[in-house]
């Protein structure tokens, strides 16, 4: 369980192009999914990383594996949906079933023996820090104004299921916080903004109405209006940090 009661989770939306990462030293901070490419490149590392997409976290297998094993990276622990070697830094997350925003299973108590998909990893990260005992959570990142298909991106099919691969390097990303998030050979599930990511997002907030957790958007541009909005630093009590 955490001795903290805040925790930064960090969606890889555009906006965190604009954050200053030296300013986050001292919190506890939540990455997800590609963005360890960008955590090499600046040695800046979250204190828990997490997948809860089943192709991408299948894509970047060797990735992940990777950085379990590598402990100067001096993350504390992994929470990926797809089995590891076993680590002490590493938990495996099961989800149970397949998100429906009208499946009661969304609306049920957070924790990590009845862990329900809330649509996307964002959301699912922040179930996962409610469950290791964080009671704010601040959102950065968390745009949801996906580009559904982006130029370079191709759809293939996999078992009757659209999907999308990237097919040539990217120059300029709009989804993403860094232009090279998504590669060459890259295989994820089209975002689905209105059918997974806001969704997903919305039942959170519901769920969360009327308790003690607290989630607040930092994202000026973020379309999500399910949480109250603030500024990192007004958040964080951070003077000149917007």
């Given at each position: 369980?955490?001795?903290?009661?805040s925790?930064?989770?960090?969606?890889?939306?555009?906006?965190?192009r604009?954050v200053?990462?030296?300013?986050l030293?001292?919190?506890?901070?939540?990455?997800?999914?590609?963005?360890?490419?960008?955590?090499?490149?600046?040695?800046?590392w979250?204190?828990?990383?997490?997948?809860?997409?089943y192709?991408?976290?299948?894509?970047?297998?060797?990735?992940y594996?990777?950085?379990i094993?590598?402990?100067?990276?001096n993350?504390k622990?992994?929470?990926?949906?797809?089995?590891f070697i076993e680590?002490?830094?590493?938990?495996r997350?099961?989800?149970?079933g397949?998100?429906?925003?009208s499946?009661?299973?969304?609306?049920?108590?957070?924790?990590?023996?009845?862990f329900?998909?809330r649509?996307?990893?964002?959301?699912?990260a922040?179930?996962?820090s409610?469950?290791l005992?964080?009671k704010?959570?601040?959102?950065?990142?968390?745009d949801?104004?996906y580009?559904?298909?982006?130029?370079?991106?191709?759809?293939y099919?996999?078992?009757?299921?659209?999907r999308?691969?990237?097919s040539k390097?990217?120059?300029?990303n709009?989804?993403?916080?860094?232009?090279?998030y998504?590669?060459?050979?890259?295989k994820?599930?089209i975002p689905?903004?209105?059918?997974?990511?806001k969704?997903?997002?919305?039942?959170?907030?519901?769920?969360c109405?009327?308790?003690?957790?607290?989630?607040?958007?930092?994202?000026k541009i973020?379309e999500?209006?399910?949480?109250r909005?603030?500024?990192i630093?007004?958040?964080?009590k951070?003077e000149?940090?917007?």
């Amino acid at each position: 369980m955490s001795n903290s009661k805040s925790i930064i989770v960090m969606g890889n939306g555009p906006s965190l192009r604009d954050v200053d990462f030296s300013n986050l030293k001292g919190f506890d901070t939540f990455g997800l999914n590609a963005a360890y490419r960008m955590y090499k490149k600046i040695n800046w590392w979250p204190t828990y990383h997490g997948c809860f997409d089943y192709i991408v976290c299948e894509d970047h297998r060797k990735e992940y594996q990777c950085l379990i094993d590598d402990p100067s990276n001096n993350i504390k622990n992994f929470f990926y949906i797809k089995e590891f070697i076993e680590s002490p830094r590493f938990q495996r997350i099961r989800l149970s079933g397949g998100f429906s925003p009208s499946s009661p299973l969304c609306r049920s108590i957070l924790d990590f023996a009845n862990f329900h998909d809330r649509g996307n990893s964002g959301a699912n990260a922040c179930q996962v820090s409610i469950c290791l005992g964080y009671k704010k959570i601040i959102l950065l990142g968390v745009d949801c104004n996906y580009t559904e298909i982006i130029e370079g991106a191709k759809i293939y099919n996999d078992k009757g299921v659209n999907r999308l691969t990237i097919s040539k390097k990217i120059e300029h990303n709009p989804n993403y916080w860094f232009d090279d998030y998504q590669q060459p050979g890259d295989k994820y599930n089209i975002p689905a903004k209105n059918i997974s990511q806001k969704p997903g997002w919305e039942g959170l907030a519901a769920l969360c109405k009327n308790t003690d957790i607290d989630i607040v958007n930092c994202s000026k541009i973020s379309e999500l209006d399910c949480f109250r909005k603030s500024t990192i630093g007004k958040e964080l009590k951070l003077e000149d940090f917007n």
